[in-house]
Each structure stands twice: as structure tokens, then as C-alpha cells.
């Protein structure tokens, strides 16, 4: 069964800086994807970012980027010149390739504070 | 509707009582999903619908639990006899076909006195 991991329960940053959030997965499969949700205090999930394992470059999305290392199953999000709006709680997640069930696979989350 | 929509928002029930939830997901997206979020957890998969049928309910707790989804639109899932341990927050998410962008909704707090 595949798992995920955020070893950072909590992380701050102050505004306009860099921050790196942290997740590893454990799977036997070779293709997947992976994913960075943000969770605000309002629950809804948004999606931040998004990977397939058969690429080898890595996403980026505006001030948001991803390091993308499978031989380590390592899958960090790094987030550019922090906003206050970056506040929220930050879920790393995993899907297969295989099966069509599109279920995913949740870490524990990183809360993440951005000091003005 | 713009996107999906639970209710209700919060629910406070006590310790034994029968409870419903509601998912309307977006209009024409056939994939649903439930998840369960404990308290500073991470999400939790409980149950996947492709349509009205449901393929994968690998995720449901106990036999308490069951969730059922008509006309390939709203779902309900229902919470038997509550317990304590059943206090999260209950999201649902819909995608147009399965392994296609997830959309949540807000989710509905629930807590069981």
C-alpha cells in the first residue's frame, strides 16, 4: 500500500521569503502522481500543484515549484516570495496510474504561518 | 451549481443518533469521492462513486457507515448510531471522470456529544 509522509507539522515564513515544505512517499509503483493541496480556514481544498512521476522536469505554477526526486520518492514544494494569503494548511498527496479510481492519498499536513 | 456544495456546514449531534450528509457535487461530473479529516489529520478516503454505482468503498469505518449517491448527481452519507470517534470534518470532492482534477467542497463538521 502506498503511503505519504510530512515529517513538518508546523512551519512559518516571513513575507516575501522562500519556504520549503516537505513530503516523501512510499510506493512499488513506477508511475503515479503527486500533488500539493492548500487548505484554508475555510476547508475547501485547492489545488496548488500537480506532478506525473514520468516527468522528469519539475512543476512549477507561479511562485510555487516542486523538486521532484523518485529515486529518493521525495516531493517538496517550495513556495517564492511568500504572501500573506499563503497562510493555510498544505496536504501532499499521491494517485496511482493504474486503476481508474482517481482516489488519493492524503499526508498529515504542514500548517503554514506567514509573518508579516 | 459552481461548485460543490455539503450540507449542512456544521452538525452537533449526540452519541447514538442517526446522521445524514449531503454532497451536490458539480453539474455533469460523474466521479464523487467522501473523505474524512480527523481533527490536525491528514484526509482520509472512505468512499468512491463512478455514476450511482460504487466501485470502491474500501474506506468506510465500520458497518455504521454507508453512503449512497441517485440520478448520478447528490450523495448522502450516513452515519449510524454515532460515536465520538466520528467527529471530523466529512469533504466531498467530485471530477468530471475519474483521474481528472478533483474539486472539494467545504465540508461538513460534524460532532458527536
Known amino acids: 500500500a502506498q503511503t505519504v509522509t510530512q515529517s513538518q507539522p508546523e512551519m512559518s515564513v516571513q513575507e516575501a521569503e522562500t519556504v520549503t515544505l516537505s513530503c516523501t512517499y512510499d510506493?512499488?509503483?513506477?508511475?503515479?502522481?503527486l500533488f500539493w493541496y492548500k487548505q484554508p480556514p475555510s476547508r475547501q481544498m485547492i489545488l496548488v500543484i500537480r506532478q506525473e512521476a514520468y516527468k522528469q522536469q519539475n512543476a512549477t505554477e507561479n511562485r510555487f515549484s516542486v523538486n521532484f526526486q523518485k529515486a529518493a520518492k521525495s516531493f517538496s514544494l517550495k513556495i517564492s516570495d511568500s504572501q500573506l494569503g499563503d497562510a493555510a494548511m498544505y496536504f501532499c498527496?499521491?494517485?496511482?496510474?493504474?486503476?481508474?479510481?482517481?482516489?488519493?492519498?492524503f499526508g498529515q499536513g504542514t500548517t503554514l504561518q506567514v509573518k508579516p | 451549481g459552481a461548485g460543490v456544495s455539503q450540507s449542512p456546514s456544521n452538525k452537533v449531534t449526540e452519541k447514538g443518533k442517526d446522521v445524514e450528509l449531503r454532497c451536490d457535487p458539480i453539474?455533469?461530473?460523474?466521479?464523487l469521492y467522501w473523505y474524512r479529516q480527523s481533527l490536525g489529520q491528514g484526509l482520509e478516503f472512505l468512499i468512491y462513486?463512478?455514476?450511482?454505482?460504487?466501485?470502491?468503498k474500501s474506506g468506510l469505518p465500520s458497518d455504521r457507515f454507508s453512503a449512497e449517491r441517485t440520478g448520478g448527481s447528490v450523495s448522502t452519507l450516513t452515519i449510524q448510531r454515532t460515536q465520538q470517534e466520528d467527529s471530523a470534518v466529512y469533504l466531498c470532492?467530485?471530477?468530471?471522470?475519474?483521474?481528472?482534477?478533483?474539486?472539494f467542497g467545504s465540508g461538513t463538521q460534524l460532532s458527536v456529544l
Open positions: 453539474s455533469g461530473h460523474t466521479a
Open positions: 498527496a499521491y494517485r496511482s496510474w493504474e486503476g481508474n479510481t482517481g482516489k488519493l492519498i
Open positions: 510506493t512499488s509503483e513506477s508511475d503515479y502522481y
Open positions: 470532492a467530485s471530477s468530471l471522470v475519474s483521474n481528472e482534477k478533483l474539486f
Open positions: 462513486f463512478q455514476g450511482n454505482s460504487a466501485p470502491d
